[in-house]
């Protein structure tokens, strides 16, 4: 069993930052990837951005490339998302998970575990 839990939401300013981190704890094995989703009200999950288990692969949503970097440790091990140049519409709940696959997948119902989430707002 893997326990994820999510801290670094808050409410910025359209053109902020914010840094999200997931600690992940319990029994890991093998390979496997960890992603960001996020859902905003009324809305379906939506893939944000996700890295391999080695840290060479990592793959993002259109709507964030050049602005998030996502980056993991695994020695600890944790997955952390820099969000830069934040705009209103990345406003919603930020939630991380976890993948037993070598591959970087985007949908998340292929993802085996997930945290509880963050809030994340940005004004205008």
């Known amino acids: 069993q893997v326990r994820l839990v999510e801290s670094g939401g808050g409410l910025v300013q359209a053109g902020g930052s914010l840094r999200l981190s997931c600690a992940a704890s319990g029994r890991t094995y093998g390979y496997y990837a960890m992603g960001w989703f996020r859902q905003a009200p009324g809305k379906e999950r939506e893939f944000v951005a996700a890295?391999?288990?080695?840290?060479?692969?990592?793959f993002y949503a259109d709507s964030v490339k050049g602005r998030f970097t996502i980056s993991s440790d695994n020695a600890k091990p944790t997955v952390s998302l820099q969000m830069k140049s934040l705009k209103p519409e990345d406003t919603g709940v930020y939630l991380c998970?976890?993948?037993?696959?070598?591959?970087?997948?985007?949908?998340?119902?292929?993802?085996?575990?997930w945290g509880q989430g963050t809030q994340v707002t940005v004004s205008s």
């Open positions: 998970a976890l993948d037993y696959a070598k591959e970087v997948r985007t949908t998340p119902d292929v993802y085996d575990y």
């Open positions: 890295i391999n288990w080695s840290g060479g692969s990592t």
